[in-house]
């Protein structure tokens, strides 16, 4: 599986932004895939993972109520909706994918592909 983000880029406090990840490999029902991010000078922390087979999802509370991650299984893609923006979510954003689905999936090390990243700067 590869995995490529995009939609990132600079936006005013309170704005929005859709990022998305598109798989070039399938992706099966058993696989979860989530949402990363990494503010400068700060490890790379969880956002938000859905299930692919059954769509249930996970956020993170600095996020929760904010953002919404949802999956098109025909375009084999993931979206991060992000809304009411903030400078400290500021950082850039990688979609990983967890073959297994084992555990809560709120670690990096659960997952076993990762797309190249894409920034997203907001500003107050």
């Known amino acids: 599986v590869q995995l490529q983000a995009s939609g990132g880029g600079s936006v005013q406090a309170g704005g929005s932004l859709r990022l998305s990840c598109a798989a070039s490999?399938?992706?099966?029902?058993?696989?979860?895939v989530a949402w990363f991010r990494q503010a400068p000078g700060k490890e790379r922390e969880f956002v938000a993972n859905?299930?692919?087979?059954?769509?249930?999802?996970y956020y993170a509370d600095s996020v929760k109520g904010r953002f919404t991650i949802s999956r098109d299984g025909g375009k084999n893609t993931v979206y991060l909706r992000m809304n009411s923006l903030k400078p400290e979510d500021t950082a850039v954003y990688y979609c990983?994918?967890?073959?297994?689905?084992?555990?809560?999936?709120?670690?990096?090390?659960?997952?076993?592909?990762w797309g190249q990243g894409t920034l997203v700067t907001v500003s107050s």
């Open positions: 490999g399938s992706i099966f029902s058993n696989d979860r």
């Open positions: 990983a994918v967890d073959t297994n689905s084992y555990g809560s999936g709120l670690l990096e090390l659960q997952y076993d592909y």
């Open positions: 859905i299930s692919w087979r059954s769509g249930r999802t």
